[in-house]
């Protein structure tokens, strides 16, 4: 299983962004992907969650009501929606996925892709 993250950029604070994360290889329905990201000089951190089989969502309190996570099975997609950035949005996002259950750290994921730098101006 292969994971490429996409969508990132420089955009400016107030601007929308939909990230993708492309999946390659055997997924199974009781998988769960999740999206992280990783600000300068901070820990990853756990940002959302989304079951392959009925597309139950976990937010962490950091970005529930304001980030959206969707998938779109037939095309082996997860996305992150973040409307209204903000500059301390900055970071590079990752995306990853395992069997079962959210797991709210990085190296609970048996499947991890690279980043993408998203890159918020004033």
């Known amino acids: 299983v292969q994971l490429q993250a996409s969508g990132g950029g420089l955009v400016q604070a107030g601007d929308s962004l939909t990230l993708s994360c492309a999946v390659s290889g055997r997924i199974y329905s009781s998988y769960t992907m999740a999206w992280f990201r990783q600000a300068p000089r901070k820990e990853r951190e756990f940002l959302a969650s989304?079951?392959?089989?009925?597309?139950?969502?976990l937010y962490a309190d950091s970005v529930k009501g304001r980030f959206s996570i969707s998938r779109d099975v037939a095309k082996n997609t997860v996305y992150l929606h973040i409307p209204s950035l903000k500059t301390e949005d900055t970071a590079v996002y990752y995306c990853?996925?395992?069997?079962?259950?959210?797991?709210?750290?990085?190296?609970?994921?048996?499947?991890r892709g690279q980043g993408t730098q998203v890159t918020v101006s004033s």
């Open positions: 989304i079951t392959w089989t009925d597309g139950t969502t």
């Open positions: 990853a996925t395992k069997p079962g259950v959210t797991n709210r750290s990085w190296y609970g994921y048996h499947y």
